[in-house]
């Protein structure tokens, strides 16, 4: 039985899940480097909710309805790889993407396939030997094992993108949590949008292709800094 989706939504929105979410700013350290100020952290926020977040977003959407179809993902994950330029952007996705499916397996545990003899067929159930795959698609599996509709799942990568972002601050630059947590609030309802807009998405070709170039190229130059606190 599934847990309540809200329930599920706050579980899945932890930052303490072992999924190595702490070690990312959501670009905002290369940003900040790169001359960005604390007081456009809130517009930072908003445009990645309105670019990369809303591809990842819909990717997750239109890679749930694959799932729960029957159908391959193959052409999801190309989809997704067109609307990402950024070499470093991808890697750090499939990086955090194997995390999230082994937790996936862990919480939800696919049923033991049948014994077979004299034929070893290792961990043939667990998602995190299907690789490579974005994070949108770990967590598209994770709604599916979870139950969660397909609005809940957008919701969640967006919610989750701006307190990465927002917690990535708290550590960078000094500033009363009280004014980080101001701009989550604030950025509520921009993420409650976005999970309308995508929510309903079902073809690859339907993925917005919604590029932010200067993310992207913070993002590429940090994955070659020598000096950062957080890998992305």
């Known amino acids: 039985m599934h847990a309540h989706a809200d329930s599920l939504l706050l579980l899945l929105a932890d930052a303490r899940l072992p999924v190595a979410g702490h070690t990312q700013s959501g670009t905002l350290e290369p940003a900040l480097a790169g001359g960005l100020t604390v007081d456009d952290v809130p517009f930072f926020v908003a445009t990645r909710l309105r670019t990369v977040t809303r591809v990842e977003a819909a990717t997750a959407v239109v890679a749930l309805h694959r799932i729960r179809s029957g159908l391959k993902l193959d052409d999801v994950e190309r989809a997704w790889a067109a609307r990402t330029p950024s070499p470093a952007m991808r890697a750090t996705s499939r990086t955090q993407a194997r995390a999230l499916l082994r937790l996936t397996s862990r919480l939800w545990p696919a049923p033991a396939p049948p014994v077979v003899e004299l034929v070893e067929t290792p961990h043939l159930d667990r998602l995190e030997d299907r690789r490579p795959t974005s994070r949108a698609v770990a967590l ?32 960078l630059v000094p500033l009363d949590p009280a004014v980080v947590t101001g701009w989550v609030f604030d950025a509520l309802p921009l993420v409650d949008r976005l999970a309308d807009e995508v929510a309903g998405l079902q073809l690859p070709h339907q993925i917005p292709a919604s590029g932010a170039p200067q993310i992207e190229a ?15």
């Not at 599916?144 to 708290?170: E, W």
């Not at 913070?218 to 992305?232: G, I, K, Y």
């Open 140 to 171: 598209a599996h994770a709604a599916d094992r979870a139950g969660l509709s397909p609005r809940s799942l957008a919701r969640l990568v967006a919610y989750d993108d701006v307190q990465t972002v927002c917690a990535a601050a708290l550590k």
């Open 218 to 232: 913070w993002a590429q130059a940090h994955a070659t800094a020598t000096r950062r606190l957080f890998s992305a």
